[in-house]
């Protein structure tokens, strides 16, 4: 999963500038050992529901227990592995959203899709729809924002993280064509709405 390392003035400029929608994009955060983590956590917390990690030099219960009332999810002391982070982040999401967003495309076909958030295939009419990577993590997104018209730039943000990548903006276009051929195979309809130059909508 690609990440980005930001110096303290660098962040909170990013924080105060980013469209909260590129914000909605990121899965996780982890700040290190600063003076003004607690205002950069109350900053994220009411921009963003992706699990907060914080890093110590140390071990001291005052500093963890200060932490934890500022709003942070997780403390974990260093060195850490970047896998242990992950998989903490993975757990803290899995709490939050209680494991699926379920998206019911009409009173008529409640339920039909769902979409799960811990990693998990969506299912549709209770069957699994084996989806790669990408297009799975685009279709998480997408559902998350219901209703809203996302841009092909946030939507890679959502799958890319960053746009420091060799790989081209222009793949989403194609994640999201196999995907849509997907879901249109085994729903009998398009959940996903494309506008050209505009974005798209999932509106179920």
């Not at 995907?179 to 494309?194: N, T, V, W």
């Amino acid at each position: 999963m690609p990440a980005r390392c930001l110096p303290v003035p660098d962040f909170r400029a990013w924080l105060d500038a980013a469209p909260a929608q590129d914000i909605a994009t990121i899965d996780g955060f982890v700040l290190g050992d600063c003076d003004d983590r607690a205002t950069c956590t109350a900053a994220l917390r009411s921009l963003s529901r992706a699990p907060i990690i914080a890093l110590n030099e140390t071990r001291s219960l005052e500093q963890t227990l200060a932490l934890f009332t500022a709003g942070i999810d997780d403390v974990v002391r260093k060195p850490v592995h970047v896998r242990e982070i992950l998989a903490r982040a993975s757990a803290i999401r899995r709490r939050m959203n209680r494991g699926e967003t379920r998206v019911a495309a009409s009173p008529d076909q409640s339920a039909r899709l769902t979409v799960y958030t811990d990693g998990r295939d969506p299912e549709i009419d209770g069957q699994s729809l084996m989806l790669p990577r990408r297009e799975r993590t685009i279709l998480e997104y997408l559902a998350r924002n219901r209703g809203r018209q996302v841009t092909k730039s946030q939507i890679f943000n959502a799958v890319y993280a960053s746009h420091e990548t060799e790989v081209e903006e222009s793949v989403v276009e194609g994640h999201i064509s196999k995907l849509r051929k997907k879901l249109r195979q085994r729903l009998g309809y398009d959940p996903i709405e494309a506008k050209r130059l505009a974005g798209y909508t999932f509106v179920g």
